[in-house]
Protein backbone atom coordinates (compact mmCIF):
# COMPACT_ATOMS: atom_id res chain seq x y z
CA UNK A 1 0.00 0.00 0.00
CA UNK A 2 1.02 3.73 -0.88
CA UNK A 3 1.32 6.09 1.89
CA UNK A 4 1.08 9.40 2.05
CA UNK A 5 1.18 12.59 4.35
CA UNK A 6 -1.89 14.42 5.65
CA UNK A 7 -1.45 18.16 5.27
CA UNK A 8 -3.63 20.61 6.90
CA UNK A 9 -5.40 23.20 5.24
CA UNK A 10 -2.41 25.60 5.19
CA UNK A 11 -0.04 22.49 3.35
CA UNK A 12 1.85 22.05 6.87
CA UNK A 13 2.13 18.69 7.52
CA UNK A 14 0.00 16.79 10.30
CA UNK A 15 2.45 14.82 11.60
CA UNK A 16 -0.33 12.02 10.60
CA UNK A 17 0.70 9.43 7.73
CA UNK A 18 -2.43 7.20 5.81
CA UNK A 19 -2.99 4.66 3.15
CA UNK A 20 -3.75 6.71 -0.19
CA UNK A 21 -7.55 5.88 0.27
CA UNK A 22 -8.15 6.62 3.51
CA UNK A 23 -7.57 10.46 2.24
CA UNK A 24 -10.03 10.28 -0.18
CA UNK A 25 -12.36 8.33 1.93
CA UNK A 26 -12.29 10.82 5.01
CA UNK A 27 -11.36 13.50 2.55
CA UNK A 28 -8.15 14.82 4.51
CA UNK A 29 -5.53 17.18 2.79
CA UNK A 30 -2.12 15.58 0.89
CA UNK A 31 -0.05 16.55 -2.07
CA UNK A 32 -0.02 15.58 -5.62
CA UNK A 33 2.05 16.47 -8.08
CA UNK A 34 0.64 17.24 -12.08
CA UNK A 35 3.01 17.23 -14.66
CA UNK A 36 2.22 19.03 -17.68
CA UNK A 37 4.57 17.78 -20.40
CA UNK A 38 4.82 20.01 -23.74
CA UNK A 39 7.00 18.57 -26.71
CA UNK A 40 8.91 21.44 -29.73
CA UNK A 41 5.84 22.14 -30.95
CA UNK A 42 4.61 23.55 -27.91
CA UNK A 43 1.68 20.41 -27.93
CA UNK A 44 0.28 19.20 -25.14
CA UNK A 45 0.42 15.65 -23.82
CA UNK A 46 -2.42 13.74 -22.70
CA UNK A 47 -1.86 10.04 -21.49
CA UNK A 48 -5.37 7.55 -21.62
CA UNK A 49 -5.10 6.13 -18.37
CA UNK A 50 -6.04 2.20 -17.67
CA UNK A 51 -9.42 0.79 -17.76
CA UNK A 52 -8.51 -0.49 -14.85
CA UNK A 53 -8.02 3.03 -13.16
CA UNK A 54 -10.40 3.04 -9.93
CA UNK A 55 -10.57 6.73 -10.77
CA UNK A 56 -10.73 8.38 -14.33
CA UNK A 57 -10.98 4.88 -16.27
CA UNK A 58 -9.77 5.35 -20.11
CA UNK A 59 -10.12 9.14 -19.32
CA UNK A 60 -7.60 11.61 -21.19
CA UNK A 61 -5.35 13.01 -18.58
CA UNK A 62 -2.21 14.77 -17.67
CA UNK A 63 0.89 12.92 -15.65
CA UNK A 64 -0.08 13.42 -12.11
CA UNK A 65 0.39 11.32 -8.75
CA UNK A 66 0.25 11.24 -5.20
CA UNK A 67 3.59 12.85 -3.18
CA UNK A 68 4.46 9.85 -0.69
CA UNK A 69 5.18 10.20 2.78
CA UNK A 70 8.63 11.86 3.64
CA UNK A 71 8.67 12.55 -0.59
CA UNK A 72 9.50 15.96 -1.95
CA UNK A 73 6.84 17.01 -4.85
CA UNK A 74 10.18 17.56 -7.18
CA UNK A 75 11.26 14.12 -6.28
CA UNK A 76 7.59 12.45 -7.14
CA UNK A 77 7.04 14.55 -10.15
CA UNK A 78 10.38 13.05 -11.81
CA UNK A 79 9.00 9.68 -9.98
CA UNK A 80 5.94 9.47 -11.94
CA UNK A 81 7.31 10.52 -15.18
CA UNK A 82 9.97 7.78 -15.07
CA UNK A 83 7.39 5.58 -13.80
CA UNK A 84 4.32 5.83 -16.06
CA UNK A 85 6.31 7.84 -19.03
CA UNK A 86 9.62 6.10 -18.85
CA UNK A 87 10.35 9.79 -19.26
CA UNK A 88 13.73 10.22 -17.10
CA UNK A 89 14.58 13.86 -16.41
CA UNK A 90 16.52 15.99 -13.64
CA UNK A 91 14.19 17.71 -10.97
CA UNK A 92 16.31 20.84 -12.24
CA UNK A 93 14.74 19.83 -15.29
CA UNK A 94 11.14 20.67 -14.19
CA UNK A 95 9.75 24.33 -14.51
CA UNK A 96 7.43 25.40 -11.51
CA UNK A 97 4.44 26.86 -12.18
CA UNK A 98 2.75 27.02 -8.95
CA UNK A 99 0.69 25.18 -5.73
CA UNK A 100 -3.12 24.99 -6.69
CA UNK A 101 -5.27 24.58 -3.59
CA UNK A 102 -8.40 22.12 -4.70
CA UNK A 103 -11.38 21.36 -1.94
CA UNK A 104 -13.86 19.11 -3.79
CA UNK A 105 -15.80 16.05 -4.94
CA UNK A 106 -14.10 13.83 -7.47
CA UNK A 107 -15.64 14.56 -11.00
CA UNK A 108 -16.29 10.72 -10.96
CA UNK A 109 -17.96 10.61 -7.45
CA UNK A 110 -15.20 8.28 -6.77
CA UNK A 111 -14.10 10.16 -3.00
CA UNK A 112 -13.30 13.65 -1.97
CA UNK A 113 -10.30 15.51 -3.60
CA UNK A 114 -8.77 18.00 -1.16
CA UNK A 115 -5.32 18.38 -2.35
CA UNK A 116 -2.28 20.90 -2.97
CA UNK A 117 -1.37 20.29 -6.23
CA UNK A 118 2.08 21.26 -7.09
CA UNK A 119 2.05 22.30 -11.12
CA UNK A 120 5.49 21.38 -13.14
CA UNK A 121 5.98 21.76 -16.92
CA UNK A 122 8.42 19.58 -18.59
CA UNK A 123 9.64 20.29 -21.89
CA UNK A 124 10.69 17.52 -23.83
CA UNK A 125 11.64 16.82 -27.69
CA UNK A 126 10.17 13.12 -27.14
CA UNK A 127 7.29 11.81 -29.69
CA UNK A 128 4.79 9.50 -28.58
CA UNK A 129 6.98 6.51 -29.84
CA UNK A 130 8.91 7.34 -27.63
CA UNK A 131 7.74 7.36 -24.48
CA UNK A 132 7.69 3.76 -22.37
CA UNK A 133 4.09 3.76 -20.91
CA UNK A 134 3.80 1.56 -17.74
CA UNK A 135 0.30 -0.28 -19.58
CA UNK A 136 -1.45 -0.74 -16.24
CA UNK A 137 -1.34 3.45 -15.80
CA UNK A 138 -1.11 4.49 -19.18
CA UNK A 139 -2.78 2.61 -22.43
CA UNK A 140 -2.50 5.46 -25.21
CA UNK A 141 -1.01 9.07 -25.44
CA UNK A 142 -1.75 11.59 -28.02
CA UNK A 143 0.09 15.50 -28.45
CA UNK A 144 -2.74 17.93 -28.80
CA UNK A 145 -2.45 21.71 -28.85
CA UNK A 146 -3.74 23.78 -26.10
CA UNK A 147 -6.31 25.87 -28.42
CA UNK A 148 -7.69 22.33 -29.03
CA UNK A 149 -7.63 20.78 -25.92
CA UNK A 150 -9.53 24.63 -24.70
CA UNK A 151 -12.30 23.49 -27.46
CA UNK A 152 -12.61 20.25 -26.14
CA UNK A 153 -13.05 21.50 -22.53
CA UNK A 154 -15.64 24.59 -23.67
CA UNK A 155 -18.02 21.35 -25.72
CA UNK A 156 -17.74 19.38 -22.41
CA UNK A 157 -15.70 16.71 -23.81
CA UNK A 158 -16.35 14.05 -21.41
CA UNK A 159 -13.39 11.77 -22.51
CA UNK A 160 -11.58 14.43 -20.23
CA UNK A 161 -10.55 13.34 -16.70
CA UNK A 162 -9.91 16.98 -15.76
CA UNK A 163 -13.21 18.20 -17.50
CA UNK A 164 -15.07 19.17 -14.13
CA UNK A 165 -11.69 20.13 -12.37
CA UNK A 166 -12.00 23.59 -10.99
CA UNK A 167 -8.37 24.90 -11.93
CA UNK A 168 -7.80 22.90 -15.53
CA UNK A 169 -8.64 26.54 -17.61
CA UNK A 170 -6.13 28.05 -14.77
CA UNK A 171 -3.05 25.65 -15.73
CA UNK A 172 -3.24 25.92 -19.14
CA UNK A 173 -3.50 29.62 -18.66
CA UNK A 174 -0.10 29.68 -16.46
CA UNK A 175 1.15 27.16 -19.60
CA UNK A 176 0.29 29.81 -21.85
CA UNK A 177 2.05 32.23 -20.26
CA UNK A 178 5.62 30.22 -19.74
CA UNK A 179 5.69 29.57 -23.29
CA UNK A 180 4.93 33.08 -24.46
CA UNK A 181 8.31 33.91 -22.56
CA UNK A 182 10.17 30.23 -22.65
CA UNK A 183 13.39 32.09 -24.56
CA UNK A 184 14.57 33.55 -21.06
CA UNK A 185 16.98 31.62 -19.52
CA UNK A 186 16.45 29.40 -16.72
CA UNK A 187 19.26 30.11 -14.27
CA UNK A 188 20.30 29.06 -10.52
CA UNK A 189 18.39 32.33 -9.13
CA UNK A 190 15.15 31.10 -10.73
CA UNK A 191 15.48 27.83 -9.46
CA UNK A 192 15.60 29.29 -5.73
CA UNK A 193 12.65 31.15 -6.25
CA UNK A 194 11.06 28.26 -7.74
CA UNK A 195 11.72 26.10 -4.24
CA UNK A 196 11.12 29.29 -2.70
CA UNK A 197 7.42 29.52 -4.00
CA UNK A 198 6.96 25.76 -3.86
CA UNK A 199 7.34 25.89 0.19
CA UNK A 200 5.81 29.07 0.49
CA UNK A 201 8.81 30.24 2.86
CA UNK A 202 11.89 32.72 2.32
CA UNK A 203 14.03 31.29 4.74
CA UNK A 204 17.77 29.50 5.08
CA UNK A 205 18.45 27.37 7.79
CA UNK A 206 22.55 27.63 8.58
CA UNK A 207 24.14 24.93 9.64
CA UNK A 208 26.96 25.96 11.65
CA UNK A 209 27.44 23.30 14.39
CA UNK A 210 29.56 23.56 17.30
CA UNK A 211 29.74 20.69 20.25
CA UNK A 212 28.88 22.53 22.84
CA UNK A 213 25.73 23.07 21.23
CA UNK A 214 24.24 19.66 20.72
CA UNK A 215 21.89 17.60 22.37
CA UNK A 216 23.03 15.82 25.44
CA UNK A 217 21.00 12.39 23.73
CA UNK A 218 24.05 13.08 20.34
CA UNK A 219 26.49 13.84 22.69
CA UNK A 220 26.05 10.83 24.77
CA UNK A 221 26.01 8.62 21.60
CA UNK A 222 29.65 10.17 20.50
CA UNK A 223 32.50 9.78 21.86
CA UNK A 224 34.95 13.52 22.24
CA UNK A 225 37.51 12.29 19.82
CA UNK A 226 37.41 14.84 16.25
CA UNK A 227 36.23 11.87 14.34
CA UNK A 228 33.50 11.04 16.51
CA UNK A 229 32.27 14.41 17.10
CA UNK A 230 31.87 15.23 13.52
CA UNK A 231 29.91 11.64 13.45
CA UNK A 232 27.59 13.22 15.66
CA UNK A 233 27.40 16.70 14.28
CA UNK A 234 26.47 14.96 10.99
CA UNK A 235 23.79 12.78 12.76
CA UNK A 236 22.66 16.32 14.29
CA UNK A 237 22.76 18.17 10.66
CA UNK A 238 20.89 15.41 8.86
CA UNK A 239 18.22 15.11 11.61
CA UNK A 240 17.67 18.98 11.38
CA UNK A 241 17.42 18.42 7.29
CA UNK A 242 15.45 15.48 7.59
CA UNK A 243 12.64 17.44 10.18
CA UNK A 244 12.65 20.93 7.25
CA UNK A 245 13.17 20.01 4.04
CA UNK A 246 9.58 19.94 3.12
CA UNK A 247 9.11 23.75 4.57
CA UNK A 248 12.33 25.79 4.47
CA UNK A 249 14.03 25.71 0.46
CA UNK A 250 17.57 25.87 1.60
CA UNK A 251 20.78 24.91 3.78
CA UNK A 252 23.83 27.48 4.29
CA UNK A 253 26.48 25.46 5.98
CA UNK A 254 29.26 28.28 7.15
CA UNK A 255 32.55 26.46 6.35
CA UNK A 256 34.50 27.39 9.66
CA UNK A 257 32.07 25.21 11.31
CA UNK A 258 33.83 22.11 9.50
CA UNK A 259 37.25 23.60 9.05
CA UNK A 260 38.01 23.81 12.47
CA UNK A 261 37.58 20.10 13.14
CA UNK A 262 40.07 19.25 9.96
CA UNK A 263 39.63 16.82 7.51
CA UNK A 264 36.84 15.15 9.22
CA UNK A 265 35.62 18.64 9.41
CA UNK A 266 35.59 19.14 5.78
CA UNK A 267 34.39 15.60 5.57
CA UNK A 268 31.10 16.21 7.54
CA UNK A 269 30.60 19.67 5.47
CA UNK A 270 30.63 17.42 2.61
CA UNK A 271 28.32 14.86 3.43
CA UNK A 272 25.71 17.58 4.83
CA UNK A 273 25.34 19.16 1.61
CA UNK A 274 25.32 15.96 0.01
CA UNK A 275 22.51 15.18 1.88
CA UNK A 276 20.58 18.41 1.72
CA UNK A 277 20.47 18.38 -1.59
CA UNK A 278 19.72 14.61 -2.09
CA UNK A 279 16.68 15.85 -0.21
CA UNK A 280 16.07 18.57 -2.57
CA UNK A 281 17.08 21.59 -1.02
CA UNK A 282 18.95 24.25 -2.20
CA UNK A 283 23.00 24.49 -0.40
CA UNK A 284 24.22 27.50 0.00
CA UNK A 285 28.07 27.26 1.10
CA UNK A 286 29.11 30.54 3.16
CA UNK A 287 32.97 30.09 2.47
CA UNK A 288 32.94 34.53 1.70
CA UNK A 289 35.85 33.65 -0.33
CA UNK A 290 38.05 36.32 -2.05
CA UNK A 291 40.95 36.64 -3.92
CA UNK A 292 42.46 37.15 -7.09
CA UNK A 293 43.41 35.45 -10.40
CA UNK A 294 43.79 31.48 -10.22
CA UNK A 295 44.12 31.64 -7.11
CA UNK A 296 39.92 32.86 -7.06
CA UNK A 297 39.48 30.80 -9.65
CA UNK A 298 40.88 27.37 -7.51
CA UNK A 299 37.95 28.50 -4.88
CA UNK A 300 35.41 28.52 -7.55
CA UNK A 301 36.70 25.41 -8.95
CA UNK A 302 36.29 23.93 -5.88
CA UNK A 303 32.94 24.33 -4.55
CA UNK A 304 30.80 25.48 -7.60
CA UNK A 305 32.87 24.43 -10.64
CA UNK A 306 35.04 21.31 -11.74
CA UNK A 307 38.74 20.65 -11.24
CA UNK A 308 40.86 19.01 -13.71
CA UNK A 309 42.18 16.01 -12.57
CA UNK A 310 44.85 13.97 -15.04
CA UNK A 311 42.42 13.79 -18.86
CA UNK A 312 39.26 14.61 -17.10
CA UNK A 313 37.36 17.53 -14.96
CA UNK A 314 35.65 15.98 -11.61
CA UNK A 315 33.03 18.55 -9.44
CA UNK A 316 34.25 18.01 -5.11
CA UNK A 317 31.47 19.94 -4.06
CA UNK A 318 28.88 21.06 -6.25
CA UNK A 319 27.33 23.65 -4.26
CA UNK A 320 24.67 25.55 -6.05
CA UNK A 321 25.60 29.13 -4.21
CA UNK A 322 28.50 30.55 -2.18
CA UNK A 323 29.41 33.78 -0.50
CA UNK A 324 32.42 35.91 -2.36
CA UNK A 325 33.88 39.10 -0.78
CA UNK A 326 34.33 41.76 -3.50
CA UNK A 327 37.14 43.43 -1.45
CA UNK A 328 39.41 42.78 -4.60
CA UNK A 329 36.99 44.12 -7.06
CA UNK A 330 36.08 42.17 -10.16
CA UNK A 331 39.59 40.46 -10.21
CA UNK A 332 38.28 38.45 -7.11
CA UNK A 333 34.59 38.11 -8.08
CA UNK A 334 35.10 37.24 -12.00
CA UNK A 335 35.97 33.57 -11.75
CA UNK A 336 33.29 32.91 -9.59
CA UNK A 337 30.86 34.67 -12.87
CA UNK A 338 32.14 33.07 -15.37
CA UNK A 339 31.13 29.58 -13.77
CA UNK A 340 27.98 30.77 -12.54
CA UNK A 341 27.35 30.95 -15.98
CA UNK A 342 29.16 27.78 -17.60
CA UNK A 343 27.74 25.40 -14.56
CA UNK A 344 24.57 27.35 -13.92
CA UNK A 345 25.48 28.48 -9.86
CA UNK A 346 24.90 31.89 -7.95
CA UNK A 347 27.15 34.12 -5.72
CA UNK A 348 25.64 36.43 -3.21
CA UNK A 349 28.35 38.92 -2.51
CA UNK A 350 28.82 40.67 0.72
CA UNK A 351 27.55 44.82 -0.02
CA UNK A 352 26.20 45.07 4.04
CA UNK A 353 27.01 42.27 6.71
CA UNK A 354 24.87 42.33 9.44
CA UNK A 355 27.62 42.59 12.63
CA UNK A 356 28.18 45.60 14.57
CA UNK A 357 31.22 46.71 13.28
CA UNK A 358 30.09 46.73 9.64
CA UNK A 359 30.49 50.02 9.22
CA UNK A 360 33.82 50.87 10.31
CA UNK A 361 34.10 49.96 6.58
CA UNK A 362 31.09 49.77 5.10
CA UNK A 363 29.39 52.77 6.15
CA UNK A 364 32.51 55.44 5.25
CA UNK A 365 31.63 58.01 3.05
CA UNK A 366 33.53 58.25 -0.60
CA UNK A 367 34.41 61.66 -2.32
CA UNK A 368 31.46 61.18 -4.63
CA UNK A 369 28.99 61.39 -1.31
CA UNK A 370 28.03 57.50 -1.55
CA UNK A 371 29.04 54.72 1.22
CA UNK A 372 31.09 51.98 0.39
CA UNK A 373 28.35 49.57 0.72
CA UNK A 374 26.73 51.82 -1.93
CA UNK A 375 29.41 51.67 -4.03
CA UNK A 376 29.33 47.99 -3.67
CA UNK A 377 25.82 47.61 -4.42
CA UNK A 378 26.00 49.62 -7.58
CA UNK A 379 29.07 47.14 -8.46
CA UNK A 380 26.71 44.47 -8.03
CA UNK A 381 24.30 45.40 -10.03
CA UNK A 382 26.98 45.88 -13.21
CA UNK A 383 28.67 42.50 -12.44
CA UNK A 384 24.77 40.06 -12.57
CA UNK A 385 23.45 42.38 -15.63
CA UNK A 386 24.15 38.66 -17.81
CA UNK A 387 22.68 36.42 -15.71
CA UNK A 388 19.07 37.51 -14.55
CA UNK A 389 16.88 35.34 -14.78
CA UNK A 390 12.61 34.86 -15.34
CA UNK A 391 11.86 36.01 -12.42
CA UNK A 392 13.91 39.87 -12.98
CA UNK A 393 16.51 38.79 -10.41
CA UNK A 394 20.31 37.76 -11.20
CA UNK A 395 22.36 34.82 -10.28
CA UNK A 396 24.70 37.39 -8.88
CA UNK A 397 23.34 38.52 -6.05
CA UNK A 398 23.78 40.00 -2.40
CA UNK A 399 24.14 40.07 1.20
CA UNK A 400 22.18 42.49 3.50
CA UNK A 401 21.97 41.97 7.00
CA UNK A 402 18.71 42.11 8.48
CA UNK A 403 19.35 43.98 11.44
CA UNK A 404 20.19 47.74 9.34
CA UNK A 405 16.25 48.27 8.13
CA UNK A 406 17.37 51.67 6.97
CA UNK A 407 19.79 50.38 4.63
CA UNK A 408 18.10 47.22 2.95
CA UNK A 409 15.28 50.15 1.99
CA UNK A 410 18.42 51.88 0.34
CA UNK A 411 19.77 48.93 -1.15
CA UNK A 412 16.46 47.77 -2.93
CA UNK A 413 15.98 50.57 -4.44
CA UNK A 414 19.97 50.69 -5.62
CA UNK A 415 19.89 47.23 -6.66
CA UNK A 416 16.05 46.29 -7.79
CA UNK A 417 17.42 43.30 -9.43
CA UNK A 418 19.62 41.51 -6.77
CA UNK A 419 18.06 38.99 -4.54
CA UNK A 420 19.19 39.27 -0.94
CA UNK A 421 20.63 36.75 1.26
CA UNK A 422 19.69 38.29 4.62
CA UNK A 423 21.47 37.23 8.11
CA UNK A 424 21.02 38.48 11.14
CA UNK A 425 16.95 36.88 12.29
CA UNK A 426 16.79 36.19 15.46
CA UNK A 427 19.59 35.30 17.53
CA UNK A 428 21.38 38.83 16.10
CA UNK A 429 18.18 40.68 16.59
CA UNK A 430 16.84 41.02 13.33
CA UNK A 431 13.14 41.67 12.88
CA UNK A 432 10.53 40.60 10.47
CA UNK A 433 9.15 43.61 9.90
CA UNK A 434 12.19 45.13 8.91
CA UNK A 435 13.72 42.24 6.76
CA UNK A 436 10.34 42.68 4.75
CA UNK A 437 11.85 45.99 3.74
CA UNK A 438 13.53 44.03 1.26
CA UNK A 439 11.18 42.47 -0.71
CA UNK A 440 8.53 43.47 -3.52
CA UNK A 441 5.62 41.53 -4.69
CA UNK A 442 6.92 38.74 -2.44
CA UNK A 443 9.90 38.01 -3.37
CA UNK A 444 13.21 39.62 -2.75
CA UNK A 445 14.82 37.96 0.02
CA UNK A 446 15.77 34.54 1.40
CA UNK A 447 16.10 34.79 5.30
CA UNK A 448 18.90 32.94 7.23
CA UNK A 449 18.33 31.52 10.48
CA UNK A 450 20.93 29.81 12.35
CA UNK A 451 20.89 29.37 16.00
CA UNK A 452 17.26 30.35 16.71
CA UNK A 453 16.90 27.13 14.60
CA UNK A 454 19.43 24.62 15.24
CA UNK A 455 19.17 25.39 19.18
CA UNK A 456 15.62 25.98 18.83
CA UNK A 457 15.28 23.17 21.42
CA UNK A 458 17.03 25.14 23.98
CA UNK A 459 15.18 28.67 23.12
CA UNK A 460 12.62 29.91 26.09
CA UNK A 461 9.83 29.55 23.46
CA UNK A 462 10.09 25.84 22.77
CA UNK A 463 12.56 24.23 26.09
CA UNK A 464 9.15 23.38 28.03
CA UNK A 465 7.41 21.99 25.14
CA UNK A 466 9.93 19.21 23.90
CA UNK A 467 12.95 16.88 25.12
CA UNK A 468 16.34 16.94 24.54
CA UNK A 469 16.07 13.89 21.70
CA UNK A 470 12.92 16.28 20.02
CA UNK A 471 15.58 19.13 19.19
CA UNK A 472 14.33 18.19 15.29
CA UNK A 473 10.79 18.88 16.06
CA UNK A 474 11.59 21.91 17.94
CA UNK A 475 13.20 23.11 14.94
CA UNK A 476 10.61 22.16 12.97
CA UNK A 477 8.34 24.42 14.69
CA UNK A 478 10.52 27.21 15.22
CA UNK A 479 10.21 27.22 10.99
CA UNK A 480 7.03 27.25 10.59
CA UNK A 481 6.60 29.53 12.94
CA UNK A 482 9.50 31.79 11.45
CA UNK A 483 7.76 31.39 8.10
CA UNK A 484 4.65 32.39 8.94
CA UNK A 485 5.93 35.83 10.57
CA UNK A 486 8.02 36.30 7.97
CA UNK A 487 5.37 36.32 5.52
CA UNK A 488 2.65 37.89 7.08
CA UNK A 489 5.31 41.12 7.58
CA UNK A 490 6.12 40.71 3.57
CA UNK A 491 2.27 40.39 2.84
CA UNK A 492 1.73 44.09 5.04
CA UNK A 493 4.59 45.72 2.75
Known amino acids: MEYIDVVDENNNFTGEVVGKNIVHEKGLFYREVIGIIVNNK ?3 LLQKRSPN ?7 WELCYGHVSSGEMPRKAMTR ?9 VSENDLIFLGIEKTAEVNGDNSGFHNVFSYIYLIKTNNKIDDYKFQTDEVVDAIYTTIDKLEERLLNKDESLGFLNSSNVEKRLDLVKKFLSGSNKMKNAIDILIDRIKETDNPTVMGLDPRYEMLPECIKAKYGTDVKSVCEGILEYNKALIDST ?17 GVEGIKCF ?10 GMIVIADIKRGDIGTTAAGYSNAYLGKTLVGEKEESFYDIDWVTVNPYLGIDGVKPFIEDCKKYNKGIFILVKTSNKSSGELQDLKLEE ?12 NSWGEELIGEYGYSSVSSVVGATYPVQIKNLRQIMPKSYFLIPGYGAQGGKAEDIALGFKDGLGGIVNASRSLMCAFKSDRWKDKFKDEEYAKATRFEAIRMRDELNQSIKNI
Not at 245 to 261: L, R, T
Open 42 to 44: NEI
Open 53 to 59: KKTYPNK
Open 80 to 88: ELAEENGLK
Open 245 to 261: YDIIPAVKPQIAFYEMF
Open 270 to 279: KETCRYAKQK
Open 369 to 380: GKTVYEKVAELV
